[in-house]
Nanobody, 124 residues
């Protein structure tokens, strides 16, 4: 079992930055792929980025060139650095974990564990 807790969301002006954190419990988290998704009201959950245990990454179109995913396996923590934020980035951001270590799936159905989400609001 893996439990995930996100933090770092908040209100920021357009053009600003935020760093989201995902703290994981469970001794095997370092072997899991970790990802970030987001969901705005009335919309489907959208893939943002993912990183394998070895550091291989994949980005969705929404975060490409502006967001950076990283992880600290020793601290059982993952991060999403978001720069040049836009109002359309406003969403609840979710951390997820997948025990299939080499997979970088963009489908929410592939991910086994989810955090409770953290709200990010970007004002214009």
């Amino acid at each position: 079992q893996v439990q995930l807790v996100e933090s770092g969301g908040g209100l920021v002006q357009a053009g600003g930055s935020l760093r989201l954190s995902c703290a994981a419990s469970g001794r095997t988290f370092s072997s899991y792929t970790m990802g970030w998704f987001r969901q705005a009201p009335g919309k489907e959950r959208e893939f943002v980025a993912a990183i394998t245990s070895s550091g291989r990454t994949r980005y969705g179109d929404s975060g490409k060139d502006r967001f950076t995913i990283s992880r600290d396996n020793a601290e059982n923590t993952g991060y999403l650095q978001m720069n040049s934020l836009k109002p359309e980035d406003t969403s609840v951001y979710y951390c997820a974990a997948d025990s299939w270590a080499s997979r970088l799936s963009s489908s929410p159905k592939s991910w086994e564990y989810w955090g409770q989400g953290t709200q990010v609001t970007v004002s214009s």
